[in-house]
């Protein structure tokens, strides 16, 4: 039987992140085996194939190849792993987004006793370091969260693809990253368990802090230094903080409404072009609103999604004149049975997810500078 009270906190065994990071890839891969399958989708390997490749061969490790289907769905995984059960590969290697590693990590899961690495190629989710994938629908809803029993063996983040991205894209991990310090303190507060598989620790919990801190002060440069495509200590800054703390702070301490609501906006068509982080964010302006925030947070908060270009508004992640039934639909979902909007200390109702938008959406039009 489990010790009531269990604190836990896991993590990859390797992170590695810097300017020009893929070319160690064969260096760190050769150390977890000997023969890789590396999955990315086709305009990834557009600009990464070069130095995957020569640093692999450098390494003496073998290559196969993969394009990535676009969805972390369970067809994509099953064919994956098919084609990499095929090759005998002892690793499998996922570049790019967090889809893209999502499935790398489930494919490993399925076939077992291969190691796991994940080379995010965009600092947009915290999804690269954690023991658990987000499922999809064929349709691109979201369908379940899928726990494996280890995290990835090296997480590797060559910030120069970073600073390349489009800075949406760091944005948007920004709005991901920030939803880890007020879920992991609700978490906390009301003693839940974590993904982790228990009680949170001093030390995830602080990690949590320094993510949200390292945001706030750090936040907004890193932002101009990736619409001008440079590596800046801002950047790498921000970059550890979307990937290392963020993915550290919600395993380890726990997911709350901010994610369960971005799981209910994902069952709205109009919310489909928006990225996670860009829906999390609406999903921490409702968790601020039901968790009755005081005004001051609520702007600090504000304040710091307009500096960075985050969307605080509902027509800013395509719900403009969103009705009363599209909101209780999105409730709906956000409270399913098993979803993180649970692990708030209070009952949460289809209702409340639709009336907390509403008013956060009415505060966030009302206090825009025109
Ligand atoms: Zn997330």
């Known amino acids: 039987m489990k010790t009531i009270g269990t604190r836990m906190l896991i993590s990859p065994a390797k992170y590695v992140q810097g300017a020009g990071a893929m070319h160690e890839l064969g260096e760190h891969v050769a150390r977890l085996g000997e023969n890789v399958v590396v999955l990315a989708d086709k305009g990834v390997w557009e600009f990464v194939d070069a130095s995957v490749s020569e640093s692999l061969a450098a390494a003496g490790v073998r290559l196969t190849k993969?394009?990535?289907?676009?969805?972390?769905t369970q067809r994509e995984i099953d064919r994956v792993a098919a084609a990499a059960e095929e090759t005998g590969a002892d690793v499998i290697v996922g570049i790019g987004g967090g889809t893209a590693i999502d499935t790398a990590k489930a494919v490993g899961h399925a076939l077992?006793?291969?190691a796991v690495v994940s080379a995010p190629t965009v600092a947009s989710t915290d999804a690269p370091t954690s023991a658990l994938a987000v499922i999809y629908t064929d349709e691109g809803a979201f369908e379940r969260y899928s726990f494996f029993g280890r995290n990835p063996n090296l997480v590797l983040v060559d910030t120069a693809l970073v600073a390349r991205a489009p800075s949406r894209f760091i944005v948007s991990g920004m709005g991901d990253a920030l939803a880890t310090w007020y879920e992991?303190?609700?978490?906390?507060?009301a003693h839940r368990t974590a993904m982790a598989g228990g009680l949170?620790?001093?030390a995830s919990l602080s990690l949590a802090r320094l993510c949200w801190e390292t945001l706030m002060e750090y936040g907004p440069q890193a932002r101009l230094s990736a619409?001008?495509?440079?590596v800046t200590p801002a950047l790498e800054k921000v970059t550890?903080?979307?990937?290392?703390?963020?993915?550290?702070g919600f395993e380890s301490c726990g997911l709350a409404a901010a994610h369960g609501i971005h799981n209910g906006l994902t069952v709205s068509h109009r919310t489909h072009g928006m990225m996670h982080g860009e829906k999390v964010n609406m999903g921490t302006l409702a968790?601020?609103?039901l968790e009755g925030a005081p005004t001051d947070e609520l702007d600090t908060w504000l304040r710091f999604s307009r500096s960075v270009g985050l969307p605080t508004t509902l027509a800013e992640v395509g719900l403009a004149d969103a009705g009363r039934e599209e909101l209780l639909a999105v409730g709906r979902a956000a409270t399913a049975e098993g979803e993180t909007t649970h692990n708030m200390p209070?009952?949460?109702s289809a209702d409340m997810v639709a009336d907390a938008l509403t008013a956060g959406d009415a505060y966030a039009r009302a206090t825009a500078t025109p």
């Open 287 to 289: 968790q601020l609103v």
């Open 112 to 114: 077992g006793d291969i």
């Open 66 to 72: 993969e394009v990535f289907g676009g969805l972390c």
């Open 184 to 189: 992991a303190r609700v978490c906390v507060a």
């Open 240 to 248: 550890e903080a979307n990937t290392l703390l963020s993915g550290l």
């Open 346 to 348: 209070f009952t949460v």
């Open 227 to 230: 619409e001008a495509h440079v």
């Open 200 to 202: 949170a620790t001093e």
